[in-house]
């Protein structure tokens, strides 16, 4: 018998290690566990894990359509997880284990030490490449050095790389009648010890994932270029959960992307780019497992003196800093579990570079709240905005939270959708209320620090660290 253990992969089309167990034409059975101990360490959003849970019924429903029964495990860690799979492998006599690889430090080490437990008990382990366009460590520059500079990354990527289109999944006639030794299916009464947060405003059925992928390509993307940055408007994918969870595969994504013919508009390409970006970080992790530590990626940044004050930490989460564009964005965030792409660059900077609190906090807080929480994509964003990291924005380069704001939502229609007590500012203060004459009458606070000041002290502290 075939064992395929689904981690974050949640489908069954263009998933390699699914497709690899059904062509070997045995018996194949399925297997998710749940680590809730481990999550918690993650710090995983529970609007994450109830997208997992939710998810999990329909690839349940997906992998029964092509003959294969999920098995639902909770453990509580890793090392628990792999003491499960061993169990089963001997438990249904399974000859091969299928999986797919995770590029993690934590994830790394769990599927070496299920390498050399199999291996003692003459069961193999494959794993197969998946989370990304192209394999880790396989694109390389003239030296044969991994990139630091995205540009030259993507080029090359692209170089080496076309799209394929997605073969369809093949059911598995070998099953027959494989007999379940016990009832470890999931159901409404498995045990998910984690806690959950309503995600129903993202459907789970794969039909309606894709459906949001075909209109997002036949009705969004053309315009996306012009129009990602203003988060009062419908215009970025909503599929990064998808991708986050593997519900949805990057190839698929770019698949449906040239489903009409060769060539990409304007819009097509800025998407295409942004996925590039997460196999930029997915590979930088797979070279640089510090970062998996939460270690800085460039030298210098040790020595920066971060200010580590709760009460700012505490009104930055909440989205009491008194800067609209910030609060609103971390309100979007609390309340749905998302944000806005340009939003995150701009909360990012304002806790970096207004607030001076470590970026680690920071980011350990996104991935405590984002449906769409993925490590690599989340650190690397968080380096980049911090200027700690690969290929990072440059220290000097400091967004103002009011110009932002003025340039990307200039009616305030994002800031009153998600701060409804400046509903009556007008457009002129929206973005600096604190200005406007009747300001005392509205219940929102003054900003907790003065931007230009802080841009100062901002510039002095990374140069202290960089002259160290």
Known sequence: ?????????????????????????QPVVALFIATPQQWQQHNMAPRQADLIFRRLSELQTDLSQLNITLLYKEVDTFDDAVDEV?????????????????????EVNRDEQLQQRLGDQKTELQLYHDRCLTVPGSVLNKQGNYFKVFTPFKKALLAQWQPRPIVKVEACLANGDIEIKEPQWLS???????????????????QAI????????????????????????????????????GALSPRQCVARLYANGDYLNEGGSTWLSEL?????????????????KHKDFVEWAPHIRWDYSDDRLIQWQEGRTGYPIVDAAMRQLNQTGWMHNRLRMVVAGFFTKDLHLDWRLGERYFMSKLIDGDFAANNGGWQWCASTGCDGQPYFRIFNPISQGERFDAQGEFVRHWIPELKAVPNKFIHAPWLWSEFDSIDYPPPIVDHKVEREITLALYKEAKDF
């Open 1 to 25: 018998m075939e064992l395929v253990w689904f981690r974050r992969d949640l489908r069954v089309d263009d998933n390699p290690a699914l497709q690899a167990a059904i062509r070997s034409n």
């Open 86 to 106: 061993v169990g089963l492998c001997q438990q249904y006599a399974v000859t091969t284990v299928h999986a797919n690889h995770e590029y993690e430090l934590n």
């Open 188 to 206: 409404t009464s498995s045990p998910f010890g984690y806690p959950r947060e309503d995600s129903q405003a993202w459907p789970v059925g794969t």
């Open 210 to 245: 894709r459906q949001r992928l075909r209109d997002f390509c036949q009705d969004t993307v053309e315009h996306y270029q012009q129009e990602r940055d203003f988060p009062a408007k419908p215009s970025t994918s909503q599929l990064s959960a998808y991708l986050a969870i």
């Open 276 to 292: 590039i970006w997460r196999d930029f970080y997915q590979h930088l992790i797979f070279f640089e497992p510090k970062l998996c």
